[in-house]
């Protein structure tokens, strides 16, 4: 006898209470069964073998997993990784397992707790100066405005002041959420611009904009610059250092109370895409932007005003790029809301078989969904309308309103 079989994908704990509730189950069950439902990874790194073993013999010992190094059993090793594997209700039980353990288990717990938390983190409030935005509630939309001569896509388009203020009004119109103006190429191979120089071409910008009640967000690594440009209006910094080109970034933010965008990159614009290999591309890019978020924390910027971009085209290949858009999920266990800046990048032009920078629109668009549906918050575009519709539907597809 064959009857109907189907793997359910399962993807919130409203979809899991709604397929009990239509085959009868007792409304006490449900609450019961619904967090067995969910089965996580949850990866610690720098484990001693000692450390390694208990956490693996817990994990088991509640019908968990626990993967470590070959050598951990032994202590042939001084340090190894872990993936811990379990359903949320094992892994909330193996936490309080480890609270009666020493070797500093107890507060790898609390890490381990505090990610798995973060990881269903749905949205928070950003606040700045008179107003605040929420993140999360719907997929927000970051308008590029260029004034520049020289980025990759829209060089010289917006380098005139007028022209620039009407194309930031007109990305507002679009439904941008907040635009974001740059005044330095960050395209591969860049030129670097001087503070004066590139003061002279955003502030009247930001200013401009400020005064139609716009949200601003000033994209630069320059302290000074930062500075005048929030003196001018400008209420978020985007800086792709993530405050790592001028010590004193982090000063301005903090005073200013300015939320802030911390990116991935490695090396500088000019140099970034001559080394893109990674022995662990996740890894390491995890581990660098939660090293930035605490040296925020550490200087004064509150750490709910933070907010994390893997960087993608910012030194990373064809594949590196594709791996961190397909695991975008994982840094949500930082606990911060993220944005991705795919917009017509070269990677698109390649996975659509080579087309130009002017033919990406829809590459963009479907990237821009990938993240959206992988756990990305904010989107920063350059084709703020298509974005807009895109997000509406993905939001839908996704239970995000």
């Known amino acids: 006898m064959r009857l109907p079989v189907r793997c359910l994908e399962i993807a919130s704990e409203k979809m899991s209470r709604s397929e009990m509730e239509r085959i009868g189950v007792d409304p006490a069950g449900v609450g019961i069964m619904a967090p067995k439902h969910f089965h996580?990874?949850?990866?610690?790194?720098?484990?001693?073998?000692?450390?390694?073993?208990?956490?693996?013999?817990e994990m088991l010992s509640i019908g968990g997993e626990a993967a470590v190094a070959r050598g951990a059993a032994s202590c042939s090793v001084e340090r190894t990784d872990a993936i811990v594997s379990g359903t949320r209700k094992q892994l909330f039980e193996f936490f309080e397992k480890l609270k009666c353990q020493s070797l500093g288990l107890p507060g790898i717990a609390a890490s381990m707790s505090e990610?798995?938390?973060?990881s269903g983190q749905r949205s928070c409030i950003l606040r700045f100066r008179d107003r605040s935005i929420t993140i999360g509630a719907a997929t927000l939309v970051m308008g590029i405005?260029?004034?520049?001569?020289?980025?990759?896509?829209?060089?010289?388009?917006?380098?005139?002041?007028?022209?620039?203020?009407?194309?930031?009004l007109d990305l507002s119109a679009e439904g941008a959420d907040w635009i974001d103006v740059g005044g330095e190429s960050t395209r591969p191979g860049a030129q670097a611009v001087d503070a004066e120089e590139e003061m002279r071409r955003v502030l009247p910008v930001v200013e401009a904009l400020s005064k139609q009640g716009l949200t601003v967000s000033i994209d630069t690594t320059k302290a000074s610059v930062a500075k005048a440009a929030i003196e001018a209006g400008a209420a978020i910094i985007n800086d792709v250092s993530a405050m790592k080109m001028d010590e004193d970034m982090a000063d301005v933010a903090a005073r200013a109370g300015a939320p802030v965008v911390l990116m991935h990159m490695r090396g500088t614009p000019r140099t970034m895409q001559s080394?893109?290999?990674?022995?662990?591309?996740?890894?390491?890019?995890?581990?660098?932007?939660?090293a930035r978020i605490e040296y925020a924390?550490?200087?004064g910027i509150d750490r709910e005003s933070i907010i994390i971009d893997p960087g993608l085209g910012f030194?990373?290949?064809?594949?590196?790029?594709?791996?961190?858009?397909?695991?975008?999920?994982?840094f949500k266990s930082l606990g911060r809301p993220i944005l991705?800046?795919?917009?017509?990048?070269?990677?698109?032009?390649?996975?659509?078989?080579?087309a130009e920078v002017s033919e990406r629109l829809i590459g963009t668009v479907a990237a821009s969904s990938v993240a959206i549906m992988n756990g990305a918050a904010i989107l920063r575009v350059h084709d703020v309308k298509e974005a807009r519709?895109?997000?509406?539907?993905?939001?839908?597809?996704?239970?995000?309103?």
């Open 40 to 57: 996580y990874n949850l990866k610690v790194e720098g484990l001693t073998p000692a450390q390694a073993n208990i956490l693996k013999q």
């Open 297 to 299: 924390v550490s200087k």
């Open 389 to 401: 519709e895109a997000a509406r539907v993905t939001d839908a597809v996704a239970g995000i309103s």
């Open 315 to 330: 030194g990373k290949s064809y594949e590196g790029n594709l791996e961190l858009l397909s695991r975008l999920r994982e």
């Open 340 to 354: 991705v800046g795919a917009s017509r990048k070269s990677f698109i032009g390649k996975a659509m078989g080579g």
């Open 275 to 290: 080394d893109t290999v990674y022995q662990d591309l996740m890894g390491e890019v995890f581990g660098w932007l939660s």
């Open 115 to 118: 990610a798995l938390e973060n």
């Open 145 to 168: 405005l260029n004034v520049t001569p020289d980025s990759f896509s829209d060089g010289g388009d917006f380098l005139d002041h007028g022209k620039a203020v009407l194309r930031g």
